[in-house]
């Protein structure tokens, strides 16, 4: 069943499907990917607003690499994750060692994704300030250069996003089957306790948001080089955190596909807006997804996924009752 | 005098005026956290919100300035005990991070709503106030106002808490939320009361902002997180922390953006921010 769907996902593209709707089905895919990276550690209590600041760090480490060094991406991309990652460390030692936990925790990481795109901005010079930069395009006379990571053909982009997609998926599952997320929900309900019957609450907290961090720059690096354009409101800043943490709520983020389904949500729903109202309404979509937003989180705060799931399993348990 | 340092004194008097401002948006922010122990996310969209109710009563329908802007404070007012009991109300008793959640909810549809029925454009009132000469330095007018009724609105913040019995019973419930209601204190109304006065005192600061700067959608997120960086800084609840904080704070835009790019002055106020956190959790004035 459940490898039945993925193979009919894997070959959605090669049954003749238009260009707009398999750019729509990449964009989800991607934006699923950020999500999941977010929940591998927001669903353990560790609410960031600042995965902006990772995903900033890989779109433009990579993108400012290529034009102004001639680095490719494939050396650009371990830079980039090496960075997120000593910034992952630089945020979360101190906040987890000095138990900074909740409004302060989220609000310390709000401080970290504004500063990442205001120094964008700041280096305009070479970033392109806020009008946003394209990666120099090595399409001109091929059409896929491997080297630069550029692709004409959707239909690479769609398996390496899908292969991406896949890998953030067995991520959660190994965190899930590993000792440490046991521990993990310790920490979140109880975090003294926790510490008090040996866990070792800083290092496990670290190791999470690590990896957190590596899989939203690997996400900042496929954005920019699949749209080939990045700005730094897209892709650092409060804006683009705060879109990570609610994709994540409207999905629901204690199941694995919950981020997926957040992310298609969003998704379908600012496109169907668009489609069904037409482009004059600028700004319906967000309104709605807004207001969606806050009844999501006051009536239905595990998400989509989470509530149907709930109900699916509160029949089964009356089912076998009677 | 080296005129270097005339102009670097102008930084700073400059950054004092910025720092009365901010320290308005920090006490409204703080009013609310003390008392009901949410963050309100969308605080600068309630600020957006007002300085739109100026534009469109003062520009639009002709109304005096004076009665734009009182029904502007009114209007946010309005909005904040609307805010409190249509989104915060419901989910008092959810896990705290769903307060702070729901609030960024209603950030992302203020700022759209407002993009939908007012549009992108930049607007303004009009109103230009001089620049104010002392020497060689320029200092703005607006700011100069705006400083004034900060520190004005402020001291009557204080004498309404110290004085009044409404004020008392902000206080109270403020230190302790369990044992308020066994004194015979209704916190439900305490509470809506407390929305109401962070809504005007948003209104106050919607009336001049719109003196100083360009009004549209995203204005919001341009001194938003800011406000937030100023109450954690200060110790979220801790008016007097709140109030040093945004001077603080000032002065690395100003002094910042003096020596180096405006950008750069606010990197640096967030990092210090940053760096402050991990030496002193609980604010500047937090105790251990």
Known sequence: ?322 | MDIFDVFLLEAVLNGLLLGGILALLALGLNLVFGVIDVVWICYAEMIMIGMYAVYYLHNVYHWPLWLAFASAIAIVALGGAALHHLVIRPVLAAEPINQLLVTGGVLFFLQAAATLVFGVEFRNLGIRLPQLQFGEMYLSMARLIAFGVALAAMIAMSVFLKRSYLGTAIRAISQDRQIMPLMGVNPNRIFLVTSALGGALAGVAACLLVLQYDIHPAIGLSFGPITFLICVLGGLGNMMGGFIAAFIFAQFISVGGFFLHVEWGYVLAFLFFIAVMFWKPQGILGGK
């Open chain 1, 1 to 322: 069943m459940k490898y039945a769907a993925l193979a009919l996902l894997a070959a959605a593209p090669l049954l003749g499907m238009g260009n707009y709707p398999l750019h729509l089905l990449i964009l989800c895919l991607l934006w699923a990917c950020v999500y999941t990276s977010w929940s591998v550690m927001g669903r353990l209590g560790m609410v960031s607003f600042g995965h902006g600041a990772f995903m900033g760090i890989g779109a433009y480490v990579v993108v400012m690499g290529w034009n102004h060094y001639g680095l490719s991406p494939w050396i650009g991309t371990p830079i980039a994750l090496a960075l997120a990652a000593a910034v992952a460390f630089l945020i979360g030692y101190p906040c987890f060692r000095f138990k900074i936990v909740g409004h302060y925790f989220a609000l310390v990481t709000l401080a970290l994704s504004e500063v990442t795109r205001l120094i964008i901005v700041a280096l305009r010079d070479q970033t392109g300030g806020s009008l946003g930069v394209t990666p120099k395009t090595a399409l001109a006379d091929v059409s896929y250069s491997l080297n630069a990571l550029q692709f004409s053909s959707k239909l690479v982009w769609f398996y390496v996003i899908l292969a991406f997609w896949l890998g953030g998926l067995w991520i959660w599952k190994k965190v899930d089957e590993s000792m440490g997320r046991l521990a993990l929900e310790a920490i979140s309900q109880e975090e003294d306790a926790a510490a008090s019957i040996g866990i070792n609450v800083t290092k496990l907290k670290l190791g999470v948001t690590i990896l957190s961090a590596l899989m939203t720059c690997m996400g900042g690096v496929l954005y920019a080089q699949y749209q080939l354009y990045v700005n730094p409101d897209t892709v650092s800043g409060i804006g683009i955190s705060l879109q990570m943490v609610f994709g994540v709520i409207a999905g629901g983020m204690f199941v694995r596909l919950g981020p997926t389904v957040g992310a298609a949500f969003t998704l379908l729903l600012a496109e169907g807006l668009r489609l069904w109202f037409g482009n004059q309404y600028h700004g319906l979509d967000l309104t709605v997804y807004g207001l969606m937003l806050v009844l999501f989180i006051i009536y239905m705060p595990k998400g989509i996924l989470g509530a149907a799931s709930g109900a699916l399993e509160k029949r089964r348990m009356v089912r076998a009752g009677a």
